[in-house]
């Protein structure tokens, strides 16, 4: 099936169509070609196509009923960066390697991109068209940005071309030569953070943010995920481990000239952990009270000494106080105007925030105070582009000098552009499918063994994440420390998944909804992959109905309506197991972040164990003894462990990647 395909250019109210036709087609007999639309526009402007009909299947998303007359069809707001129309459905390819766009009976669809060189264009708009709002200009992206308006109508031909496919099409006259100023980094991420004070932080990105705002105790090597000094210079441990005496560096101060001193530690912690305090209920408190629960008092020695008192002695101290959820605030900044404070956070890091224009960009500037070592970027740019495509069309065409989450079908292509570096290592996420064990059908143990026999992982990580992930047994990742490799395996085996549904009371099989963000920190591929997913449970005879969220409301949605099956994934920043067993399965840390509610006492009594010695070989026991009892559990399906995979643009020096994988680390970079 061919699609008819109408581009339109929109400059403020004007509005040109550029051309109108078909894309290039393919006789089945022959092979002759026929000029179509998209090849006369490549012999007048030059024509980036990301994603193409070789990718297996696609399938239209982000439709609106066919109108009358498409060309009068606007947009009630239109979005200045890229819009999905469709996106590659992974899977075995129709018999006769035909491409269709299956769209359930909609016949059209909607794309929106954006070129910062499209040659300038002087037609006038129709009286009868609606005005679209002019992208708005910043010294961080100095040429002008024109919509491109990219309409798809079914049409009557059998085969789709790669032209015709096209996921995002970028028009413009020169090569690619757009630059942000030298002394600003401009980042594209998969969202921009809902809130910036690190205690309530929730995804990834946000923490990224975050960690260039504020600072830990402690913090992790820039080579390793060794622990090494932060604001604390140095620290002492009691013998019996029930006492931590940490003293501060001299001279530091918060972004508001306030001094950084024990007190302030003690105001940071003690609005966690300590619920007569005056701000304990000043906010949605998140990870971090997991971190600091073998906290039991926090005292201030004198103004450069802070001592955490623990209810038992905590081998993972270090690593947890590490954690950007960790970090100090600025008590008078946030006891000023708690309610603001995720909007206008204080720190002590290397930036601070100098704007933020909700739904475009947040821009950090220096902090020329810094006690140590000064950023290199004058400016650093954090802009939220959930959608894949767009990420890459910005870098390409040079809004954003660094991007991440790259889409896994585009890796090999950056690798081979010009102008364009790709970083690949692996980290230590793992990516899950998880149940709520409290709700039924998943209460049942054999229930959610079958899912785990269904699901094709080896699959997954072939297919779709075209080898930038690694197929999980279990929550940790093979070859670190406390890895268990002789844990339960789940090989795709459908015909034991039926047998374990069939035990269960489930013959027939069972009907339920999986829950999915469109994007989101360390969720890879996460619609292509549920939907592999999907189809898996299908041949087994479960019914699973997908339900796709945006990403900056999905973890709060998941938390608020504990869904029976859900898509997440964690990272750690060390490989200590603590960091990831202790808040995805001790019981007490539910509803967050043990959020299928799992309950094992005896896992419950190897994690109190593993992370109270300091005994390196009796925690690898331990937590190897976990491992094996939660894998038979089956609390979530493991699917894989992600390989971060970050683009930059060519003139980007000096980007490394962090081995944990949760850091992204741009206060070093330069640009040439």
Known sequence: MMMAIRVLALTGPSRTVLGEGCGSRQTQNNGRRERGLLDDLSSRYRLIFLG??????????????????????????????????????????????????????TSFAQLWVTSPTLPSIETPARSNHPRVARPRRSRYNETRSIAIHLTLER?????????????????????????????????????EPPGLDPGQALGIHTLRVTAEIFETLVATAPDSTDTVPGLAESWTTSADGLAWTFKLRKGVRFHDGTALDANAVKFTFDRIIDPSHPHAKSGKWTFVTGYLSSVKAVEVLDPQT?????????????????????????????????????AKPVGSGRYKVESWERGSRLVLRRNDDYWGSKGKPQTLVYRGLAEANARVAELLTGGVDLILPIPPDFVARLEKTSGVTVHKAPGLTVWYVGFNVEKKPFTDRRVRQAFSHAVNREAITRDILKGTGIPAIGPLLPGTWAFE??????????????????????????????????????????????????????????????????????????????PALFALSWFLKSEDPDLSM????????????????????????????ARQTGDRARRVELYRRAQRVIVEDAPMVFVDHEVQVVATRAGVKGFRLHPSGFDLRVENVTKE
């Open 52 to 105: 193409h009909a070789q990718s297996p299947r696609f399938q239209i998303q982000s439709v609106r009923p066919r109108p009358q007359a498409l060309e009068r069809k606007t947009p009630a707001k239109a979005p200045s960066r890229a819009l999905r129309v469709f996106s590659p459905i992974r899977g075995p390819s129709p018999a006769d390697s035909s491409h269709a766009i299956c769209g359930h009976g």
């Open 155 to 191: 049409a009557t031909m059998s085969r789709l071309t790669p032209f015709a496919a096209a996921l995002v099409i970028v028009l413009h006259a020169t090569s690619i030569s757009a630059q942000t100023p030298r002394d600003v980094l401009v980042v594209g991420m998969e969202a």
């Open 306 to 342: 802070v001592q955490l008192q623990l209810k038992y002695p905590t081998g993972s101290l270090l690593a947890l106080l590490a954690l950007p959820n960790c970090a100090i605030v600025s008590p008078t900044a946030f006891a000023k105007s708690p309610a603001d404070f995720d």
């Open 485 to 562: 490799p002789n844990v339960r395996k789940y090989p795709y085996d459908a015909a034991a998944a039926r047998k374990l549904l069939a035990e269960a009371g489930y013959p027939n099989g069972l009907e339920t909804d999986l829950w999915v963000p469109e994007s989101g920190s360390g969720m890879q591929a996460p619609v292509e992959m549920a939907t592999v997913i999907q189809a898996n449970l299908a041949a087994v005879g479960v019914k699973a109905q997908l339900k796709t969220f945006e990403w900056g409301s999905y973890l709060g949605k998941v938390r608020a309506e504990a």
């Open 582 to 609: 202790y808040p995805l399965f001790y019981s007490k840390n539910q509803p967050l972040p043990n959020r299928s509610n799992y309950n094992n006492s005896e896992v419950d009594q190897l994690l109190v164990q």
